[in-house]
């Protein structure tokens, strides 16, 4: 029985008929999460980032300065949190909202 309220759209990509809820969310089945940066590019595992403001480094007594790039980037699962390396500095964490994808 299908109910007026469930919305059926054709998605080019698959092929296939999808309820709109599933097109609206459409990691939420695998469990993936978005991560994006400052600007709103989508960031992926291996990725360089750019540092859009100078951070300060907890545990580190050191500053890492607007422009400085970190390589190879990894995504954590948290849709704002990114894990990299950096000189130094060990299990270095960042905030998506601080990066910016180069």
Not at 1 to 15: N, T, W
Not at 21 to 27: E, M, R, S, V
Not at 34 to 39: K, Q, T
């Amino acid at each position: 029985m299908i109910h007026d309220s469930d919305d059926y759209v054709y998605d080019e990509a698959s092929g296939e008929w999808m309820s709109a809820a599933d097109l609206a969310h459409p990691n939420a089945e695998t469990g993936e999460v978005e991560v994006r940066d400052a600007v709103g590019n989508l960031l992926t595992d291996g990725d360089s980032v750019t540092l859009t403001k100078d951070l300060t480094v907890r545990g580190a007594n050191q500053t890492l300065k607007r422009g400085t790039v970190i390589k190879s980037i990894r995504l954590t699962g948290d849709p704002q949190e990114i894990d990299c390396r950096y000189d130094g500095i060990r299990g270095l964490v960042l905030r998506a909202e601080f990066v910016r994808k180069r």
